[in-house]
């Protein structure tokens, strides 16, 4: 019979364990000093050794080798507890077992010391879900139990337990494994096994167990059962049936960077591997979700759910990024989401989604396309002038808010401001490239920006460049923000959008 990789590779002694060194040495300690306690909490998510831990402590208290050696894995006792059939460990799953009755049972059994080994160890799996009853009765054992008895409570969700029965407990948190570590003990696997697995294919399986061993290992198993010997990174990514972190890292990037096309390409390849549309948008919208909350949150592992190495490549984006950007895109995606469930074409959805999104990152994009004839140098020259024009102005008759800047170029001044503020937020490359600080007649200070996503991104940001100005006029200057007026060939986001909406039957609205 076929067993699952995670049942046949469950490590039999501290030895092949990954990670969790922190408990691995305390209990190794015990184990030779025999010090062992009488009750102990694993806490830790699933999948991460908190029942093969268990069963090893369990092997180190009734091993038949010396202190030092325990547990070896190989005596009869440890033989016997790893097969499940050692008459002094108990294994309780209280999911199932949660009532009183059963830990009335407990407690009776507890009476009779144990048969062959030196201690009598109860093992209560997803101890949670024990009823309040059920609690009560524990607690009374753990209080006073008899010498002979070990307990170890193994949950996911410590917070639900009572906090009388934590304080009973020597409580050990179990972590998520590096991805390092998991694609090391991984490969060792592989080896044993005889199949030859890529890098590249390791990397992802390490990436999507999101720290857990038995999820990366049954990731693996699938991998394996489908395609034998020779595991790749695709073989991975068809298992799944997904894209990945990694996807959206990247895809997320090309939108912040305005490249669209790289963008269209990505999304061609994923769809083509078979990946569903909507799910798509789901998992994109929880990466920048994930975002936002690394913003907000220092230690943000616990609600992420994602392993330490994709925390820190989220970090990493979201530090690259600003908030305003990142909520404009979840609304966006979340709106196209919405449509897309009642359209029969949401791959075009998406894809004008994207064009939408990666055009607030590079506004100089599609929306502001430089019109026909029109070369992308000319286009961008055109700001430049507009502004030594206003200099010019300036120079001729100087109006009464002259004096606080007088002498300084605001041209120099935008370009000083548009440089710090870049450096400081990506996306403020925006402002550089479709925004400019003009001076009017009445010596009136305006920000003037080409477009809607431009001006809004400048409206939400108006304190920091305020701020901005100050530093660099040496004075506060009072600004106002405004769209600049249109060439008539230009097209705004409505007109695209309308247009395309017209050619494909469907109603997009842009918001
Ligand atoms: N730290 C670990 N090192 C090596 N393998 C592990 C580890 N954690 C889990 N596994 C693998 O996953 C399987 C299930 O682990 P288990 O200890 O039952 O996890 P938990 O009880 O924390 O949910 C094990 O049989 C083993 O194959
Ligand atoms: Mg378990
Ligand atoms: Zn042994």
Redo the contacts with the bound molecule.
């Keep these: 019979m076929y067993q699952a990789?995670?049942?046949s590779?469950?490590?039999e002694t501290f030895e092949?364990?990954?990670?969790?060194e922190h408990i691995v040495r305390i209990l190794k300690n015990q184990i030779r000093s025999g010090t062992e306690g009488h009750a102990y909490l694993?806490c830790?998510?699933?999948?991460?050794?908190?029942?093969?831990?268990?069963r090893v402590l369990a092997k180190g208290v009734n091993c038949k080798e010396s202190q030092e050696k325990r547990p070896c894995g190989i005596c009869e006792n440890c033989k016997a507890i790893r097969d499940g059939i050692f008459l002094d460990v108990i294994e309780i799953d209280a999911a199932s077992n949660n009532g009183v009755d059963n830990i009335r049972e407990l407690r009776e059994s507890i009476k009779y010391p144990p048969v062959v080994g030196r201690r009598k160890v109860y093992i209560i799996?997803e101890v949670h879900m024990l009823s309040a009853g059920a609690f009560n009765a524990l607690l009374k054992t753990l209080e006073e139990p008899p010498e002979y008895v070990m307990f170890i409570l193994?949950t996911?969700e410590p917070q639900k337990l009572p906090a009388t029965i934590l304080s009973r407990c020597l409580k050990l948190d179990?972590h998520r494994?590096p991805e390092k570590q998991i694609r090391e003990?991984m490969r060792i696997i592989c080896d044993k096994l005889g199949v030859n697995i890529s890098d590249g294919a390791l990397g992802i399986i390490a990436a999507n167990g999101d720290g857990?061993?038995?999820d990366s290992?049954s990731l693996l198993d699938q991998c394996i059962a489908g395609g034998g010997r020779e595991v790749t990174r695709q073989d991975v990514l068809n298992v799944l049936g997904t894209s990945g972190e990694e996807v959206f890292i990247q895809l997320t990037d090309m939108m912040d960077q305005g490249r669209t096309s790289d963008a269209f390409l990505l999304l061609d390849r994923i769809l083509s591997d078979g990946i569903e549309v909507r799910q798509f948008m789901k998992d994109w919208i929880s990466h920048y979700r994930n975002l936002m909350i690394v913003k907000f949150i220092r230690r943000p592992e616990d609600i992420l759910n994602v392993s330490e190495e994709n925390t820190e490549r989220i970090r990493e984006q979201s530090q690259r990024m600003d908030m305003s950007s990142i909520s404009s895109s979840i609304i966006e995606l979340a709106n196209t989401l919405s449509e897309a469930k009642w359209s029969t074409k949401p791959r075009i959805l998406l894809e004008l989604c994207i064009v939408k999104l990666s055009s607030q990152g590079d506004p100089a994009g599609i929306f502001n396309a430089p019109t026909e004839g029109k070369s992308v140098e000319a286009a961008e020259k055109e700001p430049e002038e507009k502004i030594s024009e206003e200099i010019s102005k300036k120079e001729e008759s100087p109006k009464k808010n002259d004096k606080k800047v007088q002498g300084m170029d605001v041209e120099q001044i935008w370009r000083k401001v548009t440089e710090e503020g870049k450096s400081q937020k990506g996306t403020f490359n925006m402002l550089r490239k479709c925004g400019r600080l003009i001076k009017t007649e009445e010596g009136c200070f305006v920000l003037e920006l080409d477009n809607e996503t431009a001006l809004r991104y400048a409206k939400d940001n108006a304190v920091f460049i305020s701020q901005l100005l100050e530093k660099h006029a040496g004075s506060k200057l009072e600004m106002e923000c405004r769209l600049a007026v249109k060439d008539k060939e230009e097209k705004t986001a409505e007109e695209i959008a309308g247009e395309l909406g017209n050619s494909l039957n469907i109603n997009i609205e842009v918001k």
Excluded: C, E
Aim: aromatic share 12%.
């Design positions: 990789l995670y049942r590779f469950r490590p092949g364990l990954l990670g969790q694993f830790g998510t699933r999948g991460t050794g908190k029942t093969t831990v268990a799996d193994a996911t179990f494994i003990g857990s061993v038995r290992l």
